[in-house]
């Protein structure tokens, strides 16, 4: 497992798995802009598009991800040094009202014209404004225990957790260290 910096100000890193030649988040994104997988996925996933959003045309399922994945792209991509990355991400666990150790976390867009957002993109938090992106998912449904792609990006973050852990990374100092080392 590596991390790639995604911003210049080092807020913001994404995981690289193993045997993976890009980082999680440019996979994501780049499967939220490639019609073809958009139009397996809804295809594949159009019980819980038509009961939980109501919408039963594949095409304005990918017109609208495509569009949201630009929004929430520059979202994300296109943070100032001084912006606060705490007000983008929330606790992955609505009801967690407490900070937590390497606390998982999640993203999506607010205020959209048409629908909620089904994107998600999640993080752990090493510390107030530093997140480690691992991984995203199209969520059609309540709970991302529902659906089997859900639930890999649970595992996934799960993964990650306990590999920071084991490395004794807690925060933005003991995770430089870890860098630091590898060089």
């Given at each position: ?62 017109y609208d991800t495509i569009e949201d994945s630009e929004r929430l792209q ?31 976390e999640k993203t999506r867009l607010r205020n959209t014209l048409r629908h ?68």
């Open positions: 497992m590596e991390f790639d910096q995604i911003t210049d100000n080092g807020n913001l890193w994404a995981v690289r798995y193993d045997n993976c030649l890009d980082n999680v988040l440019d996979t994501i994104l780049d499967q939220w802009n490639d019609v073809t997988w958009l139009r397996s996925f809804f295809k594949q996933n159009i019980g819980d598009l038509a009961s939980y959003f109501k919408i039963t045309d594949v095409n304005q399922a990918i520059c979202l994300i991509m296109d943070i100032s040094p001084d912006a606060n990355l705490d007000e983008i991400f929330r606790p992955l666990e609505n009801s967690r009202t407490s900070e937590m150790l390497l606390g998982k909620v957002s089904w994107l998600r993109i999640y993080a752990i938090k090493l510390e107030p404004g530093i997140y480690v992106v691992t991984g995203g998912a199209i969520k059609l449904t309540r709970t991302m225990q529902e659906r089997e792609h859900t639930l890999v990006e649970l595992a996934r973050m799960e993964k990650v957790r306990r590999f920071l852990i084991e490395n004794e990374i807690s925060d933005k100092d003991s995770f430089d260290d870890y860098l630091r080392e590898l060089n």
